[in-house]
């Protein structure tokens, strides 16, 4: 089976990770800072916190920008059920803004239609997270100047998107929002097996998105300059006390969602190789739009501002031109040793969703994609004559 997607683990990536396992600090020894530092400096952006998966980093990035009960989270209905729970589990509600038929990304019109009608009802979402669909970004300066309008705050789930391009700058740079966040999962651009970050160029953000990460403490000399709940007792021993080495205090309740020094180390040694593997994949990307040309498919759509990551590489089925249903097309494919998949069920149908209200019809450009949707394997070791083998196998169907 060709898979859709693979990690690339080379033998520098072992060797790193086996100097960490020789070495005395598994995890908030020197690793963590080492790729946090790299990965900010990749994208241009202040701080980079690495924790234990996007799931994690989408959570703390909530907390950290007060999402609460009675607040609001909208997000796009194609992408993995992350970027909506993260809002849940703060307590806040969600809802979703459909997608742009062009691009699978969150609708640019469809958001500005909703926020309209959310102001005149005063229920303005507080957080916005737009999804990198398949690694291409979204129109961030369209959504940043929304958000100067309405006064929402950006997250951007860039989990598919590490590595990818906006307006000439990396994803992650954060010119446009308060956070990015990044996915190390193995099907994703580059692994460190579980892992996850967020990025922002907000000190105050970046400080308190480090101690969200492990458990809401601080060592007095790292306090920010005014602790979020730390007693005036809490203030005064910690200054008479300020030289105990064994001095810590928990400000906020956090969590444990550290990375270990072990992801870490497998995350900066891969970094220096994102750029090969993304070329790789755009290559792989140009060389399926020429081959699928003349295929009853569409291919995805690029938008002028973007350089995608190419995490996924999408087809839609022109289903009036062709006899067989997308479950037929997709079957055949897999028992020709084809890995497809679909890429996503939108959210707000799962059953979960539905509990809280979601209907289907609700976002019919998302329903209506994943109609007729289909990943076709990608990723940066796939060789042309596996490609060939999954062109050759879709064109034999399709006839
Ligand atoms: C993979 C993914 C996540 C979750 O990433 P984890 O690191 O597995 O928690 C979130 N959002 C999107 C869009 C993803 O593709």
Excluded at 121 to 131: F, Y
Excluded at 177 to 185: E, M, N, P, Q, V
Aim: aromatic share 8%; net charge negative; charged share 25%.
């Amino acid at each position: 089976m060709i898979p859709y997607g693979r990690q690339d683990i080379s033998a520098e990536d072992i060797d790193a990770v086996t100097e960490v396992l020789r070495s005395d600090w598994l995890t908030q020894g020197q690793a963590g800072p080492r790729f946090e530092q790299a990965m900010a400096a990749y994208c241009g952006s202040r701080s980079a916190i690495a924790v234990s998966n996007a799931t994690a980093a989408l959570h703390i990035a909530c907390i950290a920008l007060d999402l609460g009960p009675g607040d609001a989270l909208w997000t796009s209905p194609n992408t993995f059920v992350a970027s909506a729970n993260c809002a849940l589990y703060c307590g806040a509600d969600v809802d979703f803004v459909d997608i742009d038929p062009r691009t699978y990304n969150m609708s640019v019109s469809a958001l500005a239609e909703k926020l309209e009608a959310a102001a005149s009802q005063g229920r303005l979402p507080k957080i916005v997270v737009p999804v990198h669909f398949a690694g291409q970004s979204c129109e961030m300066r369209e959504i940043r100047a929304l958000a100067d309008r309405y006064g929402f705050r950006i997250v951007e789930d860039a989990s598919h998107a590490v590595g990818g391009e906006y307006l000439g700058r990396k994803v992650g740079s954060c010119d446009y929002g308060d956070a990015t966040i990044f996915s190390f999962h193995p099907v994703k651009i580059i692994t460190t097996g579980e892992g996850g970050m967020a990025l922002t160029n907000d000190p105050k953000l970046a400080e308190r998105l480090s101690y969200l990460r492990t458990h809401g403490i601080i060592r007095p000399a790292q306090r920010p300059e005014e602790p979020q709940g730390a007693s005036r007792i809490a203030e005064e021993r910690a200054n008479e006390e300020r030289d105990g080495p064994w001095m810590y205090e928990q400000i906020e309740l956090g969590l444990n969602y550290r990375m270990t020094d072990i992801q870490s180390a497998l995350g900066t040694s891969q970094l220096a190789r994102l750029d090969p593997f993304v070329a790789r994949r755009r290559e792989l990307a140009a060389r399926y739009d020429t081959l699928l040309a003349k295929l009853p498919v569409a291919c995805p759509w690029q938008h002028p501002d973007t350089n995608s990551a190419w995490h996924l590489y999408v087809i839609r089925l022109h289903r009036n031109e062709i006899r067989l249903s997308r479950r037929q097309v997709f079957d055949a494919l897999r028992a020709a040793g084809i890995g497809v998949n679909v890429h996503y069920i939108p959210v707000h149908t799962q059953p979960y969703y539905r509990k809280l209200g979601f209907q289907t019809g609700m976002f019919p450009e998302a329903e209506s994609y994943y109609e007729d949707a289909i990943t076709l394997p990608l990723f940066s070791r796939m060789t042309n004559d596996e490609q060939d083998t999954v062109v050759a196998a879709l064109r034999k169907i399709l006839a």
